[in-house]
């Protein structure tokens, strides 16, 4: 009798085994590196598609929604891409299809 206890319970006792993918993947989901890399790949991808005379003058923001904010330092460089958003946001969806950019917001922000 006391041998069929021993079974019963020795699965209890056994620790859940996990694959070390899984393990890393809810990391990277819990702590939000997949979006920081995600967001930096869309930095780095909007600053090249903007003219090489105002890029200094830019900030590229956070992304909600699909809406991508980018701050300019002046209202010259504000009118100037504004002029430019359909063709940089046309690009940059052909550029990289699964950062789900819909739209791009243009603020004045001082640096």
């Known amino acids: 009798m006391k041998s069929s206890r021993a079974n019963a319970t020795a699965p209890e006792e056994k620790p859940r085994v996990r694959k070390i993918g899984s393990l890393v993947n809810q990391l990277i989901s819990r702590r939000g590196y997949a979006q920081v890399a995600v967001v930096n790949e869309i930095q780095d991808a909007v600053i090249a598609l903007i003219d090489q005379q105002i890029r200094s003058s ?4 956070n992304l909600k929604r699909g809406v991508l904010e980018i701050y300019a330092s002046d209202s010259v460089t504000l009118q100037e891409l504004n002029f430019q958003k359909r063709t940089i946001l046309k690009k940059l969806q052909k550029t ?6 819909t739209g791009l917001k243009f603020r004045i922000q001082a640096n």
């Open 58 to 61: 830019v900030r590229i923001g």
């Open 96 to 101: 990289l299809p699964q950062s789900n950019v």
